[in-house]
T-cell receptor, first 118, second 113 residues
Framework: DGGITQSPKYLFRKEGQNVTLSCEQN?????MYWYRQDPGQGLRLIYY???????QKGDIAEGYSVSREKKESFPLTVTSAQKNPTAFYLC?????????????????FGPGTRLTVL | SQQGEEDPQALSIQEGENATMNCSYK?????LQWYRQNSGRGLVHLIL???NEREKHSGRLRVTLDTSKKSSSLLITASRAADTASYFC????WGGGADGLTFGKGTHLIIQP
């Protein structure tokens, strides 16, 4: 089955610790994304990557880091510098196709990781 | 800042009724998408409408786009209990490339049996 997976589903972290959230896709998508969702809120973009070995900061990158060593994988590290890390984290991927002059960017989401800082 | 704003924030209707949600945005877009999120889960893509399209249908879903008013609406006809979820609009800004979508805060839809 093709899809995008995230692990773990739930993660608990002590203050001052770094933690890494996993995101893997077998959809052969070039672009991958990390979003953060707080209760009752929409999604905010943390980092994105359009191609292997390249990634860009999103709107709220401070306190986070990523890597893109393989097309299938885009892990997110929540560092101790992130002051309020408790949130629901969503990973997505897209094929980022073009049709004529139009660009489309339908995204496929993983099931999410809920991170709680103790 | 978030581009899309959904309205209403919450909506509760009886099963079988139609549900309408609205989305407004601020800047020029390439396309607008609607997603559904069940509680505690990831988002599922419902429908994409391009900036040169005015209306699109997919099963019980109907989406309209008015670029002059910078607004879109999602209509779910003959609602079912399984439609209970949060619905988000997301915009892909013109020329923005693969740099992520900008999401609104969502409309929480509850279908009463």
């Amino acid at each position: 089955d093709g899809g995008i997976t995230q692990s773990p589903k739930y993660l608990f972290r002590k203050e001052g610790q770094n933690v890494t959230l996993s995101c893997e896709q077998n959809l052969n998508h070039d672009a991958m994304y990390w979003y953060r969702q707080d209760p009752g809120q929409g999604l905010r973009l943390i980092y994105y990557s359009q191609i292997v070995n390249d990634f860009q900061k999103g709107d709220i990158a401070e306190g986070y880091s990523v890597s893109r060593e393989k097309k299938e994988s885009f892990p997110l590290t929540v560092t101790s510098a992130q002051k309020n890390p408790t949130a629901f984290y969503l990973c997505a991927s897209s094929i980022f196709g073009t049709s004529g002059r139009a660009i489309y960017n339908e995204q496929f989401f993983g099931p999410g990781t809920r991170l709680t800082v103790l | 800042s978030q581009q899309g704003e959904e309205d209403p924030q919450a909506l509760s209707i009886q099963e079988g009724e139609n549900a309408t949600m609205n989305c407004s945005y601020k800047t020029s877009i390439n396309n607008l998408q609607w997603y559904r999120q069940n509680s505690g889960r990831g988002l599922v893509h419902l429908i994409l409408i391009r900036s040169n399209e005015r209306e699109k249908h997919s099963g019980r879903l109907r989406v309209t786009l008015d670029t002059s008013k910078k607004s879109s609406s999602l209509l779910i006809t003959a609602s079912r209990a399984a439609d209970t979820a949060s619905y988000f609009c997301a915009t892909d800004a013109w020329g923005g490339g693969a740099d992520g979508l900008t999401f609104g805060k969502g409309t929480h839809l509850i279908i009463q049996p």
